[in-house]
């Protein structure tokens, strides 16, 4: 948001929505809108909350059988697009690092991810675009020391019964002490994968070009079967 704010001297205009998952306690969450409020008055930015209801996403995650934190990011993601539609806003700008794309990236590797999981996250889908995605997170902590602008550390960020934060505290640590350049690695992994990842789309819509039929899709069995076996996977799952 502070550096988004500098930028403002372009046609830029910046608003900031902040999306309260209502899984922390009641005090944590004030405390956080509170600081919030302040920076965005600093700044001069106007600040939109956007609160679930309180449970309301473990309650979700126990019904559906899907994990906590996939939940809060998909109502998350839900809400900040709504917002954007009713703001006008062009783009939504999420602070995602360096830090965030190694840590995706060990989880997929470890877990047997294939080439499109490797590609991590996207600096760009849709809307939702990610600036910071190639800067450390000790960077940009420099940065908002630099311009005497404090944060907020999520207590949640602590509890290791959430994957990513085990990979984050036990993992992470003993990857760098062993390859120190391991997040420019990731950052460069990913790029790659996302160009790969690129050409087989491609190549899969070009040597098996699908047909809507009815309801659904054909293609002729001779193509298809023709194009190298991971093509045709791909093209069935795409």
């Given at each position: 948001?502070?550096?988004?704010?500098?930028?403002?001297?372009?046609?830029?205009?910046?608003?900031?929505?902040?999306?309260?998952?209502g899984?922390?306690?009641?005090?944590?969450?004030?405390?956080?809108?509170?600081?919030?409020?302040?920076?965005?008055?600093?700044?001069?930015v106007?600040?939109?909350?956007?609160?679930?209801?309180?449970?309301?996403?473990?309650?979700?995650?126990?019904?559906?059988?899907?994990?906590?934190?996939?939940?809060?990011?998909?109502?998350?993601?839900?809400?900040?697009?709504?917002?954007?539609?009713?703001?006008?806003?062009?783009?939504?700008?999420?602070?995602?690092?360096?830090?965030?794309?190694?840590?995706?990236?060990?989880?997929?590797?470890?877990q047997?991810?294939?080439?499109?999981?490797?590609?991590?996250?996207?600096?760009?889908?849709?809307r939702?675009?990610?600036?910071?995605?190639?800067?450390d997170?000790?960077?940009?902590?420099?940065?908002?020391?630099?311009?005497?602008?404090?944060?907020?550390?999520?207590?949640?960020?602590?509890?290791?019964?959430?994957?990513?934060?085990?990979?984050?505290?036990?993992?992470?640590?003993?990857?760098?002490?062993?390859?120190?350049?391991?997040?420019?690695?990731?950052?460069?992994?990913?790029?790659?994968?996302?160009?790969?990842?690129?050409?087989?789309?491609?190549?899969?819509?070009?040597?098996?070009?699908?047909?809507?039929?009815?309801?659904?899709?054909?293609?002729?069995?001779?193509?298809?079967?023709?194009?190298?076996?991971?093509?045709?996977?791909?093209?069935?799952?795409?």
């Amino acid at each position: 948001l502070c550096a988004l704010c500098e930028c403002r001297h372009t046609a830029l205009r910046v608003y900031a929505v902040h999306v309260s998952h209502g899984i922390r306690s009641q005090r944590e969450t004030a405390d956080d809108t509170a600081f919030l409020e302040a920076v965005c008055a600093r700044l001069g930015v106007v600040l939109r909350v956007e609160s679930l209801r309180h449970g309301e996403v473990r309650a979700i995650a126990r019904q559906e059988h899907r994990s906590l934190e996939e939940v809060a990011r998909t109502l998350r993601y839900a809400r900040l697009e709504h917002a954007a539609d009713e703001i006008g806003a062009a783009f939504i700008a999420v602070a995602h690092t360096v830090d965030d794309q190694l840590e995706t990236l060990l989880m997929r590797l470890l877990q047997g991810g294939s080439l499109r999981g490797m590609a991590g996250i996207p600096p760009m889908r849709g809307r939702v675009v990610r600036p910071l995605l190639g800067i450390d997170r000790a960077r940009l902590i420099t940065f908002l020391e630099s311009r005497d602008i404090g944060y907020r550390v999520d207590t949640t960020n602590e509890d290791e019964r959430y994957l990513r934060n085990r990979v984050r505290k036990r993992i992470v640590p003993v990857a760098r002490s062993v390859f120190p350049g391991a997040a420019v690695s990731a950052r460069r992994l990913a790029a790659e994968a996302r160009g790969l990842d690129a050409v087989f789309e491609r190549c899969a819509r070009m040597l098996i070009p699908w047909e809507p039929l009815g309801t659904g899709y054909r293609v002729g069995a001779e193509q298809f079967f023709a194009a190298p076996g991971e093509l045709r996977m791909r093209s069935v799952l795409s």
